[in-house]
């Protein structure tokens, strides 16, 4: 794990014109995701029947909130902390600024066509199914072009930041990408495979929305490819901000060295492109030889992001037990305590691991070809699903963002001291809504309908865990909501020095381990331990999917919508 010796004084050498860029897409991003706390909680409330609504609208509510959150949120942010590592892995600042300039502007376009195209004409969900808007036309145009628009900017923004990496080669003045600047530059080459994807796949909307274009039959297939790129691409820079952080926060370093980390980030490059098979496993005419060779690869999704947790936490492991502490850092978890908890960062970061254990074990389930017909259009999907963009990426986003903005704008963290307990109370509402999710996914309850009584012949323990599911969304989004607006602070005008933001009355919020000397016989069991519970665990639920989906009715399973 490398980076810069002092992660905030980089960021506060930045020329102003990066630095007000870099403020100006934190601030975007954070306005998304508002826009999609705000329209997450409604669905959530309709859903358990606490907030009442025509379907329509409710429909209109869950596409604001996918749009916002799983495009705008979660690749703005993505942009912006790439912007922001790549000007500060030399501390020369941006290359081609006008050319970032142009991506953010391509990028805000597109959040303003998106909302337009979300709360007028037919509620179109996130992934803009072109069947639902042919007799509106006009219905689709607006939603597509948000999506172009943003597409273009994940073209041209990255680019950016990859002529930032590679000009100190050019210039003679390094030899090689360190690992950091390895990942960053792998990390912006995705983006832009992604903006690719996405103008390929609402690009045919467009012209036929237009009138030059034929209907575009084949948008399932494209949404598949696309939305593999965005499920699986946040993970990658989340596992990237986990090196970052974890060397700001703790001064520590890999003990494997620069080239094993550069062999681990390559990795996401071999396994997550052929494993896009897996969303396809709804389609009616899949050949049951893709069918299983899609389940055989997809158990090989997650190798890249388990290696790094591996990596990570090892090293962290084997650099406490380097301090010294004794008993305390001794135990087998003990050393888990000494980590700096205190900065909200840790704790969303902490936060983040947990939520992806779950979330890989029940992405696992899914991924089977027998379980996915009938668990797929179940409310299984968003019960597993906030594991990985709440409790996992968006944490993780929201770490780095308190990390930088204050570095940046030279304004404190706003109430540490209280932002690190939002991460926890996130999660804790996290777990009462993925409980109860998983568990009416299990049961049948489907996730695409706005009432699930049916009239009063759907089962009583529906409403009950809708409910649930309602009351954890409420607890999540409050304390999102407070955490986000803490961090959004340090976008106003300084006035504090930066240096409190990781400092308090009571000592240092961070700890220094870089310098400790780490010895041959120190062993690192946590990350094996935790890999192994993972596995039990994604088995165990495998089984108990299996058994409750076969006492199903036929009819309360299964589906078309896909992912």
């Not at 942009?79 to 600024?97: I, N, V």
């Not at 003990?255 to 896009?276: A, C, D, H, N």
């Amino acid at each position: 794990m490398t980076h810069t010796p002092n992660t905030t004084n980089r960021f506060a050498s930045l020329p102003p014109a990066d630095r007000r860029l870099l403020k100006s897409m934190a601030a975007v991003a954070l306005l998304a995701l508002a826009i999609g706390i705000v329209a997450g909680l409604a669905t959530a409330l309709v859903r358990g029947g606490l907030l009442s609504a025509i379907p329509n609208t409710g429909y209109q509510f869950l596409t604001v909130h996918g749009v916002s959150i799983f495009f705008y949120w979660l690749f703005t942010t993505q942009a912006a902390l790439l912007l922001g590592f790549a000007a500060t892995e030399r501390g020369d600042g941006l290359a081609w600024p006008h050319l970032a300039w142009l991506g953010f502007g391509l990028m805000l376009a597109g959040l303003g066509l998106s909302m337009v195209g979300s709360l007028t004409g037919t509620p179109l969900l996130y992934n803009g199914a072109p069947e639902m808007a042919i007799d509106k036309p006009r219905d689709l145009l607006f939603f597509n072009l948000g999506y172009l628009s943003l597409a273009l900017g994940l073209m041209a923004l990255p680019a950016s930041a990859i002529v930032t990496l590679l000009r100190p080669r050019w210039r003679g003045q390094q030899d090689r990408l360190s690992a950091l600047g390895f990942a960053l530059f792998a990390w912006a080459g995705f983006l832009i495979v992604t903006g690719f994807a996405a103008l390929y796949t609402f690009a045919p909307g467009v012209l036929w929305a237009l009138g030059i274009g034929p209907f575009p039959a084949s948008h399932g297939t494209r949404w598949h490819i696309v939305f593999h790129n965005m499920h699986y691409l946040p993970l990658m820079a989340t596992v990237i901000l986990w090196y970052v952080l974890m060397q700001a926060l703790t001064g520590v370093k890999s003990v494997f060295g620069e080239r094993f980390s550069k062999i681990v980030f390559s990795m996401y490059l071999i396994f997550v492109p052929p494993t896009s098979l897996y969303h396809m496993f709804l389609e009616p005419n899949l050949p049951k030889v893709v069918q299983v060779g899609g389940s055989i690869l997809s158990l090989f999704v997650s190798v890249p992001t388990l290696t790094a947790f591996l990596i990570i936490v090892a090293s962290l492991e084997v650099h406490a037990r380097a301090q010294g502490t004794g008993r305390k850092g001794g135990a087998l978890f003990g050393w888990i305590r000494l980590l700096p908890w205190r900065h909200p960062a840790m704790a969303a970061m902490g936060v983040a691991v947990l939520s992806m254990g779950l979330g890989l074990v029940f992405a696992f389930v899914l991924i089977q070809a027998q379980l996915a017909p009938l668990l797929s259009d179940t409310f299984f999907v968003p019960g597993y699903f906030h594991f990985f963009t709440l409790g996992t990426v968006s944490m993780t986003l929201l770490a780095a963002l308190s990390v930088m903005l204050p570095a940046i704008g030279g304004r404190a963290l706003w109430r540490p001291e209280l932002l690190r307990w939002m991460p926890w109370l996130a999660f804790a509402g996290l777990l009462v809504f993925g409980a109860a999710g998983i568990t009416a996914g299990y049961l049948g309850v489907p996730r695409r309908v706005m009432n699930v009584s049916y009239q009063n012949q759907a089962p009583a323990l529906w409403h009950g865990l809708m409910l649930t599911v309602a009351i954890g969304g409420a607890i999540m989004a409050a304390a999102l909501s407070v955490f986000a607006a803490g961090i959004a602070v340090s976008l106003l005008p300084a006035r504090q020095l930066v240096g409190s933001a990781v400092a308090s009355p009571g000592g240092s919020l961070t700890v220094s381990w870089g310098g400790a000397v780490v010895q041959s016989g120190l062993r690192a069991w946590v990350g094996p331990i935790s890999i192994a519970v993972i596995v039990i665990a994604m088995y165990a639920f495998s089984a108990v999917g299996f058994e409750l989906m076969q006492a199903l009715p036929v009819t309360a399973t299964g589906g078309a919508s896909g992912h």
